[in-house]
């Protein structure tokens, strides 16, 4: 059993930044892909970002790209999001997530993913 939980989401002013955690517990974190996911008001879930066991390959949605940044340490079984130059349509509940699956676009889609977290909202303001 893996359990996810976020933190680190708020109100925050367009331009602003967050950075937000996810602490694991149950399982180490080192062997699996992590994946930050986010669903707006009416919308479907989407992938924000992804990232490989080791760090060292990560994706980005393109409505992301140059302005987040996600990160992990293994060593304290944290996966990071740093999101800068936030803009009103971020506004969503950011999930942590984690999947078994390791390489492919595979790694882009919820389906994937079989432990989430509970989710910590992101406001941002115009």
């Known amino acids: 059993q893996v359990q996810l939980v976020e933190s680190g989401g708020g109100l925050v002013q367009a331009g602003g930044s967050l950075r937000l955690s996810c602490a694991a517990s149950g399982r180490a974190l080192s062997g699996y892909t992590m994946g930050w996911f986010r669903q707006a008001p009416g919308k479907d879930r989407e992938v924000v970002a992804t990232i490989n066991w080791s760090g060292g390959s990560t994706y980005y949605a393109d409505s992301v790209k140059g302005r987040f940044a996600i990160s992990r340490d293994n060593a304290e079984n944290t996966v990071y999001l740093r999101m800068d130059s936030l803009k009103p349509e971020d506004t969503a509940v950011y999930y942590c997530?984690?999947?078994?699956?390791?390489?492919?676009?595979?790694?882009?889609?919820?389906?994937?993913?079989?432990?989430w977290g509970q989710g910590t909202q992101v406001t941002v303001s115009s």
């Open positions: 997530a984690c999947s078994a699956w390791t390489t492919g676009s595979i790694v882009r889609v919820a389906a994937a993913y079989y432990y």
